[in-house]
Each structure stands twice: as C-alpha cells, then as structure tokens.
C-alpha cells in the first residue's frame, strides 16, 4: 500500500468519526431541549389543575370567613395573573415562576386565613380540596425540580467543550430555571 491511500484512508476515517460525532451530539442536545418543553409541559399541567381547584378552595373558605375579603381579593387576582401568563405565549420562563409564586404566596395566606375557623377545618369538603392542593403543591415542586434538573443538562451541554460547538453551529439557547422570587423567599406575614 501507498503512503498516499494510507493518509487518504486515516482522513476518511477521521471525517466519518467527526461526523458520527457531530450527528450524535446535535441528537443529544435536540433530545435534551424537548426533554426541557416537556419538563415545562408537565409543570403547567399540575399549574392548570391547581389554578382549576382554587375557585373550589376560595369558595369554600369564603363560606366561613367572609369578612376576609382581602385574602380572597389577593388570591383571585393571583390566579387570574397565572392563568393571563399562561395563556401568552411571549411569557418568559420567568414571568410565568413570578406569577406562580404570587399565587403560591396568596394560596399560603388563604389557608393560615382558613386556619382561624375551626369549624371550616372540621368541614369534609374543606379538607379534601385542601388535600388535592397539597398533593398538587406536591407534585408541582417535584416537576420543577425535574424540569431544572434537565434545563442544567441543557445548559451544561450547550456549554461544555466539545458539544458547544455542534451548540453554537446550529444556535440552540441556554433555557431558563423555574427559580423562586425574592419575594418567595421571604416568610410570609400573616395577620388576623
């Protein structure tokens, strides 16, 4: 054999493992940015059935305590602030987190609200729909961390040497992390 279809036949292997290898991580971060669509997909799902229970939940509440009108107000137009954000498809990642933890805030003081009337608390109604909110504020945190857990993946790929580049070729973007607001992080204060 020839020095010259030995060097041609090395540039050729070398051409078709580059090329596997751009394919498999354009693959992979495809893979990992409709991974994070549904991780997203998957939050608003729980988002919607919490945002559906809350009229259920207000109701019953106001029911016992309605000289509270203020709690009621506050998470009335919390949930209408959700249901606006998702309902817009130019809402951010993070417009759609504000607006959850406004609503995450307000459903807090409607049950410290709630927490005042006895007899609301021995009402069946109360305690079951208080019961689907805590398995659905359940779920909704595990599907966050699930959908960061995977935007990290993402980010971490479209960063890291050598896949940044099969990254900045075909512009794929960092996603954004469901975070909490400054405002969420704070105790909330609740008054009687």
Request: aromatic share 8%; net charge neutral; no cysteine.
């Amino acid at each position: 054999m020839s020095t010259g279809l030995i060097v041609g036949i090395v540039v050729v292997v070398i051409i078709v493992v580059l090329i596997g290898w751009g394919v498999s991580a354009y693959n992979n971060l495809v893979t990992l940015k409709n991974r994070v669509k549904n991780g997203w997909a998957q939050i608003d799902v729980q988002l919607k059935q919490r945002a559906d229970l809350i009229p259920n939940l207000v109701n019953t509440v106001k029911g016992y305590a309605s000289h509270e009108s203020e709690v009621f107000t506050q998470v009335t137009a919390a949930r209408a602030g959700v249901v606006a954000a998702a309902s817009n498809p130019s809402t951010t990642t993070a417009q759609r987190a504000a607006a959850e933890n406004q609503l995450s805030r307000a459903l807090f003081n409607l049950q410290a609200t709630a927490e005042a009337y006895p007899q609301l608390q021995a009402n069946q109604n109360f305690m079951d729909l208080q019961n689907q909110l805590k398995e659905l504020e359940n779920k909704i945190a595990y599907a966050r961390q699930i959908y960061n857990d995977v935007v990290l993946k993402l980010n971490t790929a479209i960063e890291t040497v050598p896949t940044n580049i099969i990254a900045g070729l075909f512009h794929f973007e960092q996603a954004q992390y469901f975070e909490a607001d400054d405002a969420s992080r704070q105790v909330p204060q609740v008054q009687f």
